[in-house]
């Protein structure tokens, strides 16, 4: 495993207090094979109250950066009894929305990031050592099938699985999972689209490690909040427009099985 970790973790901006206010952190990423991007991670950190220690999730925006959306995903998870981290991977290399240009920051780039958050929770005494799951939306999802593949080692840094919300799946590249991976998903997502996600399921070498959910009436960003959009993209290596459209109560469907998945995996419940 030819993997080299930053050792030296910055300075804390904040001290964590036995609070759930968000606290700002940096921490540098971790640096992989083949690439050359040594990003210092700025990230948002939230805890439960208590001393803990309580099993962590990294929370990855989408294209558009992070949003009111991972904070209020943040509080979620600290509702739940998570620590919950939010990685700016695209603030941290002065970078706005990437959504017309997704390979400025790549997924393999993030995937050093989620490494080098994993690292820095590993320093803090009200985190529950090798116990983290990662959850992520579209661009974070994208994120998530590459580092739950065996080659990306995540579970040697304490992560256990992850949910994507509406990630960009690709066979045969993405069926070596090895960790438990919840895909949760609109049949109508014009970005990433289903057939994607089906083609690794179909195409796995461990089957049994994916679940997925296949919503019949929702689009892409399904959690938005929004009524119909158009959002400029890249797909295929073209500029295309595609449909942004929320639904709340296939909203409220995944949060629950977002929190069916981590609170079996991380809390045994």
Known sequence: MNVRIGTLFVVVLCAIASSVSAQSVRYPAAVLPGITDKATISATISKPEGAGPFPAIIVLHDCGGISQ?????????????????????????????????????????????????????????????????????????????????????????????????????????DNNVALPLRILIGEKDDWTTPDRCRAVQTGAKNPSLIQATYYPDAYHSFDCGCSTRWVTGTGGGKTVSRRIEGNPAVTRDAETQTRIFFDRLLMGK
């Open 69 to 173: 959306k991972d904070r209020d995903w943040a509080k979620r998870l600290t509702t739940w009894g998570y620590v919950a981290i939010i990685p700016d991977s695209f603030g941290s290399r002065s970078h706005g929305a990437l959504c017309a240009d997704v390979e400025k920051v790549g997924a393999r780039q993030r995937v050093q990031d989620v490494i080098g958050t994993a690292e820095y929770l590993a320093t803090l005494s009200y985190v529950q050592k090798g116990n983290i799951g990662v959850l992520g939306f579209s661009h974070g999802g994208w994120t998530i099938m590459k580092g739950v593949q065996q080659d990306a080692y995540w579970s040697a840094y304490g992560i256990k699985g992850a949910v994507a919300y509406y990630p960009y799946c690709t066979a045969p590249q």
